[in-house]
């Protein structure tokens, strides 16, 4: 074995019950040398090492400065604990709610739970506010089912996973977002570009890992009551429980609610759905540090049920009838899922996870006289070992996934069926010299039964060429099945007749869709006025071999049929985090999208996105009390996109055709929050606060069941200004 030239770690502190938290920005250096590095966002640390380096120092400001004698290398775990003589000292330092990694070899951004408190954030939807990478708008105007986007590419080119396991996908397409309450988040991991090829094939324009709170971290009680002007309520609840030494529990409880018809606009439909949602989840963790075994078992029953349509809509009587237009979308989601981990504990270098995770999604909706139902049977498996190759630099995971999807879909009088059922396995491979080169090249092979075998690669390569800097490449293939009709339910809500115009493909008669995804991003940390800051530039191009075209081009139809030609997103962010003045942060990016398609009607941009978009985020936190409590914080989004390219209404009479663009769209979101002490808060915010409403959002409201009725040409707020306030309640 040849000799090791590194050392790595974790630095943590430890929390009010004694549990330990990882440390962001430790200082670690070896005594009486200039080698030294910082922990990164999870505590952890790799840093040179010598045999004649002897004293590994710790230090962070307001903990005691420990040193530690190496006699060999080998991983080291510490606690930092507090430095009680530094009374005097209330605010040493003030950790970000969303940072960058200038260490990993991907393009990662993580957002913690702070963050999430900026908005009301009542789902995972609802979370993405405050960040300039994720865009969020409405897919239609009647369902209030919001979609992102990344890269320029909607959800259904992005994997979504919970813990690491993909999970909105399939059936949960569409309204998937909205099922994950934002309280149940602990944070959020946003990764730009190809992905790692652990998480399976599918990621095309990035990853979106949503971790969830543990029962051993949690807050024994927590309470969360929200309410706003449109009449929406919702409330959560954690309730965690520490069962004996090694296992913990928490049941979580999220209902929401709105029963009340607005029509802001006064085009004779509801503005907002009414809805109600009853979301419950039951977590275990048993926990043995000394056998280094961690698992987690998650029970959740979902009950979702929507109501859209005209404001004098009836389900009991105008259902089916020509009285009134509406829709009705009732879901019921079931799932299990597992978690284990085992660390070697005399090799901790050596790690095996495996994962399991079971849902049954049922969906029985309506949108007029268009009836969709589908019921997806989903189970997922992946096991995953780590260990080292000769030392510390050199890392590898690999493993073994599988996957087993039963759709069965009825579109009006048509039924579609398919079982889909995959076998992988996978190689990743990390060398990391943390003061220069961090690399990660990653393979995996699959057989598919409807896609057949095939290969996935991915490369990832960080490079720092001086100091707080971080320079990185990627590429990486995503093969997909498109769900067609459930990545797009809001086609129901029109009268347009569907055609599917290939025939001869595995799924729905169409090809798998295929695209390659190359980046480089580059990232300077900076020092003005003795204030921190850093800037970002992130250019990436979605290249498509294959696609399933979604054409919305013809005002009576929506086509789906394989690419002939280019299609291709372009997007190039500019963004600058900078602290002016002591407790005041600043966000702001501009973001350019370059997203086009061969449609049968010629190159177009793709519709509803817009090429220019401006983001300015501000927070604010007045000084903490002694106690540390008893501040204020507050906190405004700006946002500003510029013209959007209209699908062409031109076939259609003229009092039915749209411009060839929609105007700008600037809105203005708003939260302050006043933190009474460790265990109450209350907080009152606007969205929209500039009162933004499209007014022509439904064509045909005159005769919503005539040719020309179409709810899609969204591009803006309807509704108009929303006003908030809620109250948290936490017991440690």
């Known amino acids: 074995m040849s000799a090791q030239t590194h050392i790595s770690g974790r630095v943590t502190e430890a929390d009010a019950k004694g549990t330990p938290i990882e440390l962001v920005g430790a200082n670690v250096f070896w005594l009486g040398t200039r080698v030294g590095t910082v922990t990164d966002v999870d505590g952890s640390f790799k840093i040179s090492y010598k045999e004649a380096y002897r004293k590994l120092v710790i230090s962070y400001v307001g903990y005691k400065t420990d040193t530690l004698t190496i006699e060999t290398p080998k991983f080291i775990t510490h606690t930092l604990k507090a430095n009680e003589t530094l009374n005097e000292v209330l605010v040493t330092t003030q950790a970000q709610t969303t940072s960058r990694s200038y260490f990993k070899a991907q393009n990662v951004i993580t957002v913690n739970s702070k963050e999430l408190l900026k908005a009301a954030c009542c789902n995972l939807s609802e979370s993405f506010e405050t960040n300039p990478s994720i865009d969020v708008n409405f897919a239609d105007a009647v369902s209030g089912t919001r979609q992102i986007r990344l890269l320029g590419l909607t959800t259904p080119y992005i994997l979504i996973a919970t813990e690491n396991v993909p999970s909105i996908r399939g059936a949960a397409q569409a309204y998937g977002l909205s099922f994950i309450p934002g309280t149940w988040v602990e944070s959020i991991q946003i990764t730009k570009g190809a992905g790692s090829v652990v998480n399976g094939f599918e990621s095309i324009a990035g990853q979106i890992n949503t971790e969830l709170v543990k029962p051993t971290t949690d807050e024994t009680l927590f309470v969360n009551l929200y309410g706003a002007s449109s009449t929406r309520t919702e409330l959560n609840t954690h309730i965690n429980t520490k069962v004996n030494a090694h296992w913990d529990t928490g049941l979580y409880i999220h209902g929401n609610r709105h029963n009340q018809r607005h029509d802001n606009n006064n085009d004779g439909f509801l503005d907002m759905p009414l809805f109600h949602q009853i979301n419950l989840m039951s977590r275990w963790q048993y926990t043995n540090a000394k056998r280094g075994l961690v698992s987690f078992i998650n029970l959740r029953f979902l009950n979702d049920e929507k109501q859209a349509g005209e404001l004098d809509f009836r389900p009991e009587h105008d259902r089916f009838t020509t009285n009134n237009w509406g829709s009705e979308i009732d879901t019921r989601r079931y799932e299990l899922a597992t978690k284990f981990g085992y660390v070697n504990p005399n090799i901790p270098w050596q790690t095996l996870g495996v994962q399991t995770a079971y849902s049954k999604h049922e969906q029985a909706s309506y949108f007029g006289f268009n009836t969709y139902t589908i019921n997806h049977d989903s189970f997922y ?153 850093d800037v970002t530039l992130d250019l990436y191009r979605t290249d498509f071999k294959n696609q399933v075209v979604v054409d919305w081009e013809d005002p009576r139809a929506i086509r789906f049929y394989n690419l002939e030609g280019q299609s291709f997103a372009n997007s190039l962010q500019v963004e600058v985090n900078y602290s002016p003045v002591k407790q005041l942060d600043l966000r702001t990016a501009y973001k350019f999208y370059n997203v086009e398609t061969d449609y049968i009607s010629g190159q177009l941009e793709r519709p509803l996105t817009p090429k220019h978009r401006f983001f300015l985020n501000m927070g604010y936190e007045t000084q903490r009390t002694k106690n540390g409590f008893g501040h204020w914080k507050f906190d405004t989004t700006f946002n500003w996109l510029s013209t959007q390219r209209f699908a062409s209404t031109s076939a259609n009479p003229i009092p039915f055709q749209l411009p060839e663009r929609t105007p700008t769209v600037s809105t203005l979101n708003a939260q302050i929050t006043k933190v009474f002490s460790s265990k109450f808060e209350m907080y009152l915010g606007g969205e929209n606060i500039t009162n933004l409403r499209q007014s022509n959002a439904v064509l045909g409201t005159n005769d919503p069941f005539g040719p020309q009725f179409d709810t899609t040409f969204v591009y803006g707020p309807i509704f108009g200004s929303l006003y908030y306030a809620g109250l948290r309640y936490q017991l440690k």
């Open 381 to 533: 498996a992946n096991a995953i070992y780590n260990s080292i190759l000769g030392d510390s630099r050199h890392k590898i995971k690999t493993g073994l996934s599988y996957t087993n999807d039963v759709y069965d879909e009825l579109v009006n009088t048509t039924v579609f069926s398919r079982k889909e059922h995959s076998v992988g396995a996978f190689a990743e491979y990390n060398y990391n010299n943390l003061e220069l080169l961090n690399l990660t090249v990653g393979l995996r092979v699959d057989r598919h039964n409807l896609l057949g075998t095939f290969v996935t690669p991915r490369f990832h390569l960080k490079y720092a060429p001086w100091r707080k800097s971080a320079f990185r490449a990627s590429f990486g293939r995503g093969k997909r099945s498109a769900n067609i009709f459930a990545e797009n339910q809001q086609l129901f809500s029109t009268a347009r007749q569907i055609d599917i115009l290939n025939t001869d493909g595995p799924i729905y008669g169409l090809e798998p869709e295929i695209a390659w995804n190359f980046g480089v991003s580059y990232l300077q940390g900076f020092t003005l006025w003795n204030r921190l800051g």
